[in-house]
C-alpha cells in the first residue's frame, strides 16, 4: 500500500538554525508529493508540493525537492522564526483509476522555534 | 480568500447522543473529505465525495458513522450513538479534480471540530 514515513518529533531549534524534517514514501505509482503545516487551532494549509522527480517545491523559504531514487521529500529551510512554529505534514496523492486522488499523509512532526 | 467552514468548531456531549458536523466546501469544487485527527492515530480519511457522490468510506465506523452531501454547498459527518473514543478533531477539506490525469490534489481544510464526548 502506500504510505508516508516521517521524522519523529517533537524538534526544538533557535530562531534562525537550519530546518530539516524528513519524509519518504512508499507508493505503487508515481505520486505527487505535498507539505503541509498546521498552526495551532487552525486546519491545514498547502505549504508546497512536487509533482514529479526533480521538481523542487517552495513556499516562505521552505523547499523540498522530490527524489525518487532514494522516495523521499524532506523538508527544508535555511533559517527558521518564532513564526514558523506548527506541525508539519508530509502527504502523497496517487492517481487511482475510478476514484479521487485522496492524501496519504504521515504522522506529522511538531517544530517549536525558540526566539 | 475562499474558506471551508466547519461548525461547531467544538462540541462537548455525553456519550450516546447524537452529534452532526457540518461543513460547506468552497464554492466550486467537487470533492470533498472528512479526516479524523487525534494524538494517537494522526490524520485518518473518513470518507471523500467527488461530485456529491461517495466515493469510499472505508475508513469510517459504519454502525455509527455517516456522511452525505445534500446538496453542493453542505457536507454532513453524523455520530450516532457518540462514544468516548469518537473525541477528535474531524476536519473537512474540499478541492477541485478535473478528469483523472490533470494536475496535483490540492486540498483546502477547514478549521476543524473538536469533539468532546464525556
Known amino acids: 500500500g502506500n504510505s508516508v514515513t516521517q521524522m519523529e518529533g517533537p524538534v526544538t531549534l533557535s530562531e534562525e538554525a537550519f530546518l530539516t524534517i524528513n519524509c519518504t514514501y512508499t507508493?505503487?505509482?508515481?505520486?505527487?508529493l505535498f507539505w503541509y503545516v498546521q498552526y495551532p487551532g487552525e486546519g491545514l494549509q498547502l505549504l508546497l508540493k512536487?509533482?514529479?522527480?526533480?521538481d523542487k517545491g517552495s513556499n516562505k523559504g521552505f523547499e523540498a525537492t522530490y527524489r525518487k531514487e532514494t522516495t523521499s521529500f524532506h523538508l527544508e529551510k535555511g533559517s527558521v522564526q518564532v513564526s514558523d512554529s506548527a506541525v508539519y505534514f508530509c502527504?502523497?496523492?496517487?492517481?487511482?483509476?475510478?476514484?479521487?486522488?485522496?492524501?496519504?499523509f504521515g504522522s506529522g512532526t511538531q517544530l517549536t522555534v525558540l526566539p | 480568500d475562499a474558506r471551508v467552514t466547519q461548525t461547531p468548531r467544538h462540541k462537548v456531549t455525553e456519550m450516546g447522543q447524537e452529534v452532526t458536523m457540518r461543513c460547506q466546501p468552497i464554492?466550486?469544487?467537487?470533492?470533498v473529505f472528512w479526516y479524523r485527527q487525534t494524538m494517537m492515530q494522526g490524520l485518518e480519511l473518513l470518507a471523500y465525495?467527488?461530485?456529491?457522490?461517495?466515493?469510499?468510506d472505508s475508513g469510517m465506523p459504519k454502525d455509527r458513522f455517516s456522511a452525505e452531501m445534500p446538496d453542493a454547498t453542505l457536507a454532513t459527518l453524523k455520530i450516532q450513538p457518540s462514544e468516548p473514543r469518537d473525541s477528535a478533531v474531524y476536519f473537512c477539506?474540499?478541492?477541485?479534480?478535473?478528469?483523472?490525469?490533470?494536475?496535483?490534489?490540492?486540498?483546502?481544510f477547514g478549521a476543524g471540530s473538536r469533539l468532546t464526548v464525556l
Open positions: 477539506a474540499s478541492g477541485l479534480t478535473q478528469g483523472q490525469g490533470s494536475g496535483a490534489n490540492v486540498l483546502t
Open positions: 507508493a505503487t505509482g508515481y505520486p505527487s
Open positions: 465525495f467527488r461530485n456529491r457522490a461517495p466515493l469510499d
Open positions: 502527504a502523497l496523492s496517487l492517481i487511482s483509476s475510478g476514484s479521487a486522488r485522496q492524501l496519504t
Open positions: 512536487a509533482t514529479k522527480a526533480d
Open positions: 464554492l466550486g469544487h467537487n470533492t
